[in-house]
C-alpha cells in the first residue's frame, strides 16, 4: 500500500538566489570584507550552495575566497549504531585553516549534529580564528546548542515532516519542499 504524501513548495529558483545574495552580503558586512575568510561546504548540499556563495562574494569583492569541501561521515555520533554502511565521500581542504574566519555552509540545519560532526572534522584540519554558519534552511527542533550566523529561511516544520533542498546540481532543479506523510 502507497502512503500519501502531501508535498509543498516553500521556496523556488528565484527566492533560493535571493536568500543566497543576502548571505553573502551578510557574510561580508559581518567580517569586514574576505580578509581571512574561507568557505567550507559539508558534503553534498552545503558544497553547492558554497560555490554559489563564492560565486556571489567573489563578484561582489573582485577577488576568489578559498573553497574547502568536508566529509563528516567518519565524525557522525550515529555512525556506530547505524545499520548500513557510512557512504564516504571526499573531504578537500587545500589550504590552511589556522587564523582563518571559516564559513561552514549547509543546506539544512536541523537537530544541530551534522553541524557538531563538521565542527569536530574542521578542528582535525587546523584551528580556525573563528567559525561561523550559514545555512539555507533552519527548519528548528535543535538537539545540540547550535545555532546559525547566516539563516536563509527559518522554516518551522513537525517532526513527522521532511525538508528536502533540491538543487540544480543534483537534482537538476531549484527548490525547496516540505514532504508530510499522511
Partial sequence: ???????????????IDRCLTRIAYEILEKNKGINDLVLVGIRTGGVYLAERLKKKISSIEGQEIPLGVLDITLYRDDISISKKKPN?????????????????????????????AAMDALIDFGR????????????????????????GKNLPSSLWEAVA????????????????GT
Avoid: C
Avoid at 549547509?106 to 549534529?113: I, N, Y
Avoid at 533542498?165 to 508530510?180: A, F, S, Y
Fill in 128 to 151: 580556525p580564528k573563528m567559525i561561523q554558519l550559514a545555512v539555507l534552511i533552519d527548519r528548528g527542533h535543535r538537539e545540540l546548542p547550535i545555532r546559525a550566523d547566516f539563516v
Fill in 1 to 15: 500500500m502507497a502512503e500519501n504524501k502531501n508535498i509543498k513548495v516553500v521556496m523556488d529558483k528565484e527566492i
Fill in 165 to 180: 533542498v533540491n538543487l540544480v546540481e543534483k537534482n537538476g532543479v531549484d527548490e525547496v519542499i516540505i514532504e508530510e
Fill in 88 to 116: 564516504m565521500g571526499k573531504t578537500k581542504i587545500l589550504f590552511s585553516l589556522d587564523d582563518k574566519k571559516v564559513i561552514l555552509v549547509d543546506d539544512v540545519l536541523f537537530t544541530g549534529r551534522t553541524i557538531r
